[in-house]
Nanobody, 120 residues
């Protein structure tokens, strides 16, 4: 019912910036929390940042001060502005969101992921 479409991944040099976008689409829902996760080879998927519908944010310690999560509720879109990128940030980044249908709240829906590679 909810589809998440990500964009903005790519190759960037250390110290550079990327902006990821994820748009949710579907019918008869209100998006609740939106989040970005990432998974590097051989590692568990980890939370990078999330944001509630009201705008409260949460960040992994490893990205605090460098990444900013934001959202546009009118567009059902979440963004991740990534600055001062490090090679350790290289991973597949996944968008996630849950939705409310009247009184029913769903588990997270997941996007397909977008590759972010930080390399010189």
């Amino acid at each position: 019912q909810v589809q998440l479409v990500e964009s903005g991944g790519g190759l960037v040099q250390p110290g550079g910036s990327l902006r990821l976008s994820c748009a949710a689409s579907g019918n008869s829902f209100i998006i609740q929390t939106m989040a970005w996760y990432r998974q590097a080879p051989g590692k568990q998927r980890e939370l990078v940042a999330d944001i509630t519908r009201g705008g409260s944010t949460n960040y992994a310690d490893s990205v605090k001060g460098r990444f900013t999560i934001s959202r546009d509720n009118a567009k059902n879109t979440v963004y991740l502005q990534m600055n001062s990128l490090k090679p350790e940030d290289t991973a597949v980044y996944y968008c996630a969101a849950n939705a409310k249908y009247n009184t029913i709240t769903t588990p997270y829906y997941w996007g397909q992921g977008t590759q972010v590679t930080v390399s010189s």
